[in-house]
């Protein structure tokens, strides 16, 4: 299986930005597109962002394109968020996780190791 720690996360004013970090250890996923999702209090989980692991390619939701990006280090089995201009809305705990495809962000069967997950709370 595979381990995921995320982190970076906080309370920043709106306007500002985080940059979020998921470490993967283990091998299992690891040539798998990869995504972030975010959920918020009372609200499902919804996917934000996702990338091809060897390429590059990459996926945004509507409400947050132009403003997040997603990136990957292969070398270091991590991929990143960026996150400028925040919006009270984008308040979430944010995680990562392998998914089916970048245009159908998905989990794939047998995973089941979702991390702890990071806080991001943007104040107005």
């Known amino acids: 299986q595979v381990q995921l720690v995320e982190s970076g996360g906080g309370l920043v004013q709106a306007g500002g930005s985080l940059r979020l970090s998921c470490a993967a250890s283990?091998?299992?996923?690891?040539?798998?597109?990869w995504a972030w999702f975010r959920q918020a209090p009372g609200k499902e989980r919804e996917f934000v962002a996702s990338?091809?692991?060897?390429?590059?390619?990459?996926n945004y939701a509507d409400s947050v394109k132009g403003r997040f990006t997603i990136s990957r280090d292969v070398a270091k089995n991590t991929v990143y968020l960026q996150m400028n201009s925040l919006k009270p809305e984008d308040t979430a705990v944010y995680s990562c996780?392998?998914?089916?495809?970048?245009?159908?962000?998905?989990?794939?069967?047998?995973?089941?190791?979702w991390g702890q997950g990071t806080q991001v709370t943007v104040s107005s």
């Open positions: 996780a392998p998914v089916r495809a970048i245009l159908y962000p998905h989990p794939p069967p047998g995973f089941n190791s």
């Open positions: 283990g091998r299992a996923f690891s040539n798998f597109p």
């Open positions: 990338i091809e692991w060897s390429g590059g390619s990459t």
